[in-house]
Nanobody, 118 residues
Framework: QVQLVESGGGLVQAGGSLRLSCAAS????????MGWYRQAPGKERELAAVISRRGSTSYADSVKGRFTISIDNAKNTVYLQMDTLKPEDTAVYYC????????????WGQGTQVTVSS
């Protein structure tokens, strides 16, 4: 079992920055990748960024060049630095952790609200 706790959401003006954090606990040795999804009102949940334990990253086209994902393996914590925020980035952001056991299960955090005002 893996537990995920997110922090860092809030309200920011367009053009501003926020940094999200997600700390994993429990069977963290089973985690091989962590990431962030987001879900805007009335829309489906979508992947924003993902990072492997080795540091390989992937980003959605909509956030490339503005968001940076990083991981601290010693702390089992993943970060999402969000710069040049736009109103369309407004969403609930969910942290995820993919594990190498349990058939490759994906764990989810409770979500943190990010609101970007214009």
């Amino acid at each position: 079992q893996v537990q995920l706790v997110e922090s860092g959401g809030g309200l920011v003006q367009a053009g501003g920055s926020l940094r999200l954090s997600c700390a994993a606990s429990g069977s963290t040795w089973t985690i091989d990748a962590m990431g962030w999804y987001r879900q805007a009102p009335g829309k489906e949940r979508e992947l924003a960024a993902v990072i492997s334990r080795r540091g390989s990253t992937s980003y959605a086209d909509s956030v490339k060049g503005r968001f940076t994902i990083s991981i601290d393996n010693a702390k089992n914590t993943v970060y999402l630095q969000m710069d040049t925020l736009k109103p369309e980035d407004t969403a609930v952001y969910y942290c995820t952790a993919h594990v190498i056991i349990e058939g490759g299960r994906q764990y989810w955090g409770q979500g943190t609200q990010v609101t970007v005002s214009s």
